[in-house]
């Protein structure tokens, strides 16, 4: 499933990349990909699965500047930070994926007619308040908060490069990344400490600075320590309940339908939280390029 | 959706969202038809109905609703 | 509408007509003391009263989710009288107002939607309760005075440690225990089994009898062991009225959930005002609360304490009496079922089976005999042994209106005929018959042990028959399976639960009935100890086990059982130690139990789905509207089109 998700992400901002931007196209005359801040020993293709592999993977290294991606990849990077469980950056991946699963079982589990129960232990109002806590509330606290104070005052704080749809990507963006532990930078935010020659030179941009490093320090924080701890809570007191054993009336985990059903509820559970945002952001910025306004 | 409009669209998720209850409650109430089958095949079929039931019956009806109110 | 349908019929849970079907009773339509017939008349105008009633926000606020529907009811009430209060507008202030007071009067209705499911759901329990109450019925006692004579008074005046006498004839005025007596009592208003049973002093099952049973021989004294109104009848009111109810623990962690995807969506709606603005497409307040309301999960919210109300409800109208709704959950938990044989899997009553001849007698000899001592017998065994013979090609040879029946007696054991030649025969217990023919002057041949013997190996119970002096032979009476059971277990063990049968009948007679039964294990020659081991050894296992027992010594297992049934027709200890009492003493309910705890964990988990399922819909239908507030983007599949268009240029 897990798969299915990775390369339909990788499509999508592969397409994107390979049909270009429709006014530079036009421009041209003729149908490019996309090669604006790409190395061009990489091209568009690479380009495109190594950014859905670093977000992804919370990787964070990058080829290429997810900032001049067309809107698919914007929103492909976006969706990979926001789920945090497409192959998920070294063990929190799996864990993320535990938690929605313990979530889907909650849910769905109740319709086989018995409170629910997961690798054999019941879940109850614990293992509830840790895992609902952990992925869907710390994740949106961490990035939407400070997203949407940062742009309430776009002029004083965000010092955003391209306004519009594509400056709230930046943002978002640079909070997704924090709070996912990924470290990769969308990039075209005024956030870099400028060097003290620069502020000696008369520089200006030490406020927007500041509060870049203190905000994303917060989802930072927050995004990461947060979930681990809940994790590790949950983790201990599934241990320490005694296991259920297995009959036909159990709920089953390992079937594809199963596989499915999770597949849904990271859907309407993680990525319907987002998608307000994504919707303000890539996608409106993807309709708005079709349009010929951007 | 193609919704008449964005006002329309509003008003018609919201009276779906209010009608749904009572036309809830005598489920509710009598609560889910009950057949002795295994887990899975209990779950295939609440999923169906009610998952994907779930998924599609309030986009018929929302556009339903949109159809029936009078204003644009 | 709830009726609660008299007849009954072996099939499995006929849910929605609400016609609850209990299973496989020989019982057929007599009256039954506890079938009271909700009246839910009324029911819907009290509802929509109480659905208003409920709108206080000190009883909202206890629904998180209802909650934010009703603050935001109140924001987009503020909005409307002042459309500029949280900043200004540019649409068309009258326009504005209008919207947003059509938001408000939407939200408000959703409010009342929700009380009204739940205020419905109450109703039924109160018009139960009602109901139950009726069943406490009036009747006349003879209260035993400290100086012998007795003094008539109603049964409602009667308190615990009072003395009454009962004649045959009479209805048993309250619960008690027998301290003086033997008697036969008609249970079948509560038990179902037309046969009577035999009441005496000094045992347990034996000597505790029901209020509105009737005695039919002899006299009792019966010590009363109930006051009026503290009952379980009383407990089970307070319950389904809703006064008593605590949330169970699988409603609290969904509670949780709700609340925590509420949360989210609330920190969504919120920070998604800014970033719109920061796009220039502001939106207002109405609108991002109608966004709200629409996202969180009100469909499940408003119905989540109906469904649990409904559940209790359900139980009541199987006439079961359950302590707390945290049993009822438990019933759909349960990995094993331990059941008691007699009663439950079999029929109280059993039925002539064979003819088995001794002394040198035929199989025609023996049907003759045993049809004439029971041309009388009105009992199911009795009719049983006249079809038998009868099948036997046996006759009635003499007048019966000559002839005279002797009635089956606790002392004497036997029943039979006088018949118009002087001759008696008899037909009774095998000891008892012994000792008749040894009166008579006969002999006890050791054939008559053997044959004793070998019916008992087979799981039945032996009658000797006899004429005078001479015994004929013995009747196999043979443990009927209740019908529909097999099917039962089938459907059970495909749920995934197991079902143990407890029996004190001998290892060969034991499996026999449990391979007739089909129950996936057994437990011969069971004292009440094993009982109480077996749930052990079960739960060791992290098994839920269920239950059913009515004598003073099942008293620890049923403490020890996640679900215990006591009989009502059981002792005092029992119902203390249970967490649920059926008033119909019906011990095969259980089975019903499990299914109304799955159906009511069903409904609860397929109403949440379908609620978080709708997001995706309603998203599609709000979200783009933010977007086309402002011209920016006319409508997603106008969007689409350009951009074919644009491709198609190309």
Known sequence: MVLAIYVGFIITTAIGEYQGNPAVNALLGEQAPNLEGKEVRFGWAQ???????????????????????????????????????????????????????????????????????????????????????????????????????????????????????????????????????????????????????????????????????????????????????????????????????????TLRTDTGLFTGITAGIILVMGALTFFPILALGPIAEAFQIARGLG | MQLKSPRSAIISALIYNALIIPALIPLALKGVQFRPLTANQLLRRNILIFGLGGVIAPFIAIKIIDILIPFA | MLTDDISRYPEFMQTPQGSNSLSSSSHTGASRRHTPK????????????????????????????????????????????????????????????????????????????????????????????????????????????????????????????????????????????????VASVDESAITGESAPVLKQPGTDIMSSVTGGTRILSDELIINVTSDPGQGFIDRMIALVEGAERSKTPNEIALTVLLTVLTLVFLIVVATVSPLANYVQAPTTIAILISLLVALIPTTIGGLLSAIGIAGMDRVAQFNVIATSGRAVEACGDINTLVLDKTGTITLGNRLADQFIPVNGHTVEEVAQIALAASVFDETPEGKSIVILAEKNRASVNFKTADATGVEFTARTRMSGTDLPNGKEVRKGAVDAVKGFVRSRGGVVSTQLDEAYERVSRLGGTPLAVCQDSEIYGVIYL???????????????????????????????????????????DFIAEA??????????????????????????????????????????????????????????????????????????????????????????????????????????????????KVLDRQSFQR
Request: charged share 15%; glycine share 10%.
């Open chain 1, 47 to 249: 380009s495109a699965l190594f950014a859905t592999t670093t977000t992804g993977t919370m990787c964070g290294a990058v080829n290429s500047l997810h900032d001049s991606f067309m809107p698919n990849g914007g929103f492909v990077t976006l969706s990979n930070m926001f789920l945090q469980i497409v192959w998920g950056g070294q063990g929190t991946g799996t864990a993320y994926l535990f938690a929605y699963l313990l979530l889907a079982v909650f849910v769905t589990g109740l319709m086989v007619g018995r409170t629910p129960e997961f690798l054999g232990r019941k879940i109850e109002k614990r293992e509830v308040v840790l895992a609902s806590f952990l992925i869907l509330l710390v994740h949106p606290i961490a990035i939407l908060i400070p997203g949407a104070i940062a742009l309430a005052f776009p002029d004083q704080l965000a010092g955003i490069s391209n306004p519009g749809f594509h400056g709230l990507s930046q943002v978002i963006y640079e909070y997704a990344s924090a709070a996912a532990n990924n470290g990769s930078g969308f990039e075209g935010l005024g956030d870099s400490q400028p060097s003290p020659l620069a502020i000696a030179g008369g520089a200006s941009s030490t406020a927007t600075a500041l509060w870049w490093n203190l905000s994303t320090c917060f989802s930072l924080l927050a995004g990461r320590y947060i979930p681990i701890t809940a994790l590790l809570l949950l983790a201990e007191s599934m241990s320490r309940k005694q296991p259920v054993p297995l009959t036909s009336g």
């Open chain 3, 38 to 181: 909700a009246s839910m008349g009324g029911l819907y105008q009290r509802a929509i009263r109480e659905a208003f009633v409920k709108l206080n926000p000190r009883t909202e606020v206890k629904n998180p989710v209802m909650f934010i529907v009703w603050v935001g009811t109140i924001v987009t009430f503020l909005v409307t009288l002042d459309p500029n209060l949280f900043g200004t507008v540019q649409a068309d202030p009258a326009q504005q107002r209008l919207l947003n007071g059509l938001i408000t009067f939407i939200l408000f209705f959703t409010l009342v939607f929700a009380n009204f499911a739940e205020a419905v759901a109450e109703g039924r329990g109160k018009a139960q309760a009602d109901a139950l109450r009726s069943t406490r019925s009036d009747t006349i006692a003879r209260k035993l005075l400290p100086n012998g004579s007795t003094q008539e008074i109603s049964s409602t005046e009667l308190r615990r440690g009072d003395q009454v006498k009962v004649v045959a004839g009479d209805m048993i005025p309250a619960d008690g225990e027998v301290v003086k007596g």
């Open chain 3, 527 to 640: 004292t009440p100890e094993d009982k109480i081991d077996v749930i052990r050894r079960e739960q060791s296992e992290g098994k839920l086990v269920a239950m059913t027992g009515d004598g003073t010594n099942d008293a620890p297992a049923l403490a020890q059982a996640n679900v215990g049934v006591a009989m009502n027709s059981g002792t005092q200890a029992a119902k203390e130690a249970a967490n649920m009492v059926d008033l119909d003493s019906d011990p095969t309910k259980l089975i019903d139990l499990v299914t109304i705890g799955k159906q009511l964990l069903i409904t609860r988990g397929a109403l949440t789905t379908f609620s978080i399922a709708n997001d995706i819909a309603k998203y599609f239908a709000i979200i783009p509207t933010i977007l086309q507030q402002q011209g920016l983007v006319p409508s997603i599949s106008c969007s689409l």
């Open chain 3, 478 to 520: 043979k443990d009927i399976v209740k019908a529909g059971l097999r099917e039962r277990f089938d459907q059970l063990r495909r749920m995934g639960v197991k079902t143990i049968m407890l029996t004190g009948d001998n290892q060969i007679t034991a499996s026999v009935i449990a391979r007739e039964a089909g129950v996936d």
